[in-house]
């Protein structure tokens, strides 16, 4: 008799190898397990051992392949009385879990693929899989690394929203600016999504916190407020510039109403040119943008004013970024445009903030990474339908570094 031996491929505990069955079409093969009952049973929710054996039964269980072949454990186990939880139990296996159908070193596979990029489908095709089956493995593996929020080392904060998908639905999220890790997101944009995140942060991390970039949104200056009595607020140029280009296209929108067929044929297909950075434009469209510019008063003025807002936080000393404020709103108040007005006194109610930034100066730009990764995790976590996964994908792609400056 021959001493080989597939048995060491399965270098399991109280359980013995008996039976193996190899198929060539389709390539499976399927091996049966029984306990080996030298040993005593234990009970697969405390541990405990089993006093007497209930009942026999059997299950199919998934295992790694075995070369081409796709490999079925048949299980034979035993039901138990545990004294301890006081009823019948399944019997404890160090290889699979009671409620699994495929053993751990598969679960693994499965999850270390995942951790690879691959999508959900492609693993769950790779390994013969329900998709399902394989985003149950990967979320409770990342459950364990990511489900909870962890606030050690927060100093810095940058907060936004992101919509995920077109048009509503936004999350929250919250990045440690310092080290650029996702440290938390919640579903929604309220002053109540942030209480969700701020109410667990211990006392002394919400006193240490030192500076937040936010948007100019009141929920999250609010919270921040609330929260985090020591933080310095701070408003970045990437929110005031998004604010402004809104203002730039109603004005643009306007005087094209108000022009004539000359001058609307000059207008069209300006948005873009008046929106995107200067040094963004090819040749042909910069001479574009600068006959428009030429040929309309109001938006070279409000081009000429777009431009001046990134000089606001190009200092590091409060005064002169406050000159360049009060220089901004003097033009603006010149022009006397209802909706420059407008901007101008909110340039004014957000001062403070634009200002701080001259002591930190941070931004949420680096919440520009998790959105472009929003497209990639769509389409490896099967959309948006489960935010838990997705979060817990995103906090996955951003562990965040010792130092990120
Ligand atoms: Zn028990």
Redesign the pocket.
Known sequence: MSSLSIADYFPWRRVKIVHQNVNAEPATALVRIEPDRRFRAA??????PARTIHSHARKFVRDLSFGQHEMTLQIEYRKIW????G?V?VEQLEFVDASQRVTNRLAAYAVQLCNRGLSIQAVAEHLNLDPKTVKVLDQAALEVKFGQTCYDGLVRLAIDEIAVRKGHNYMTVVLDYDTGRVVWMGEGRQIETLDEFFKNMPENVRNGIQAVALDMWEAFINAVKRWCPNADIVFDLFHVVKAFNEVIDDIRNEEFRKSDQQGRELLKGSKYLLLRRGEDLRRNQRAKLKEILAANERLNLLYWLKDLLPAIWSYTSKSWASSAIDAWQAVAECDGHPALLRFARKLEKYRYGILNHCKHPIHTSKLEGVNNKIKVIKRIAYGFHDLEYFTLKIKQAFPGKISDN
Do not use: E, L, P, S
């Not at 009970?43 to 405990?48: F, K, M, Q």
């Not at 545990?82 to 939880?85: E, R």
């Open positions: 009970c697969h929710a405390c541990g405990g545990c004294d301890a939880c009823g139990r």
